[in-house]
Each structure stands twice: as structure tokens, then as C-alpha cells.
């Protein structure tokens, strides 16, 4: 006796039958990481006052000291705030 093969209706050949597709529930699915724009330095630190609450100076010399060109403002935040609060 031969081999069976299974074929559908149409004569073409099918995959023998797996096990079920499992299914991801949404603790599982996880969206793509958005990433953060990256802005320049000199841009950052002009801008300091008003995102981090620091003086330009020292949002200037916080970025130059960790030699950060560009950088998201989360990153800047956490270099400028290290920077600011290290004790000396």
C-alpha cells in the first residue's frame, strides 16, 4: 500500500497538520520602542533653563565635560542633573 498524501480539494499537496498557532496575549505583544529624536548640544544647552531648569552654563559644560554631541533629552537630563548634583 502506498504513502497516503494529503491533498486538498484542489489537488494540491498540504502541510501535514502542527499544533495549534499559540496565541500572545498583550502582556506578551510589546509595541515597537519608539527612539528619541537626538538634538544637538549647543541646542540643549540653550535651551536648559527652560527643559531642565539648570543655567546654560551648566548645561554647556555638563555636555562638553561627557563630550556629548547630540543627545535625546532624556539623556541630556540624567548627564546635566549627575553633572550639576556631584559633589566636588
Known amino acids: 500500500m502506498a504513502s497516503k498524501d494529503v491533498t486538498d480539494t484542489k489537488g494540491l499537496a498540504k502541510a501535514p497538520d502542527k ?3 499559540k496565541t500572545i496575549t498583550k502582556e ?3 509595541p515597537p520602542a519608539k527612539e528619541e529624536p537626538l538634538y544637538e548640544a549647543d541646542e540643549l544647552a540653550e535651551n536648559a533653563l527652560h527643559l531642565f531648569g539648570y543655567h546654560p552654563d551648566v548645561a ?4 562638553d565635560y561627557n563630550r556629548i554631541i547630540r543627545a535625546s533629552i532624556g539623556e541630556a537630563r540624567k548627564v546635566i542633573k549627575e553633572f550639576a548634583e556631584r559633589k566636588v
Not at 554647556?60 to 555636555?63: F, N, S
Open 19 to 21: 499544533e495549534p498557532a
Open 28 to 30: 506578551q505583544q510589546q
Open 60 to 63: 554647556k559644560a555638563a555636555l
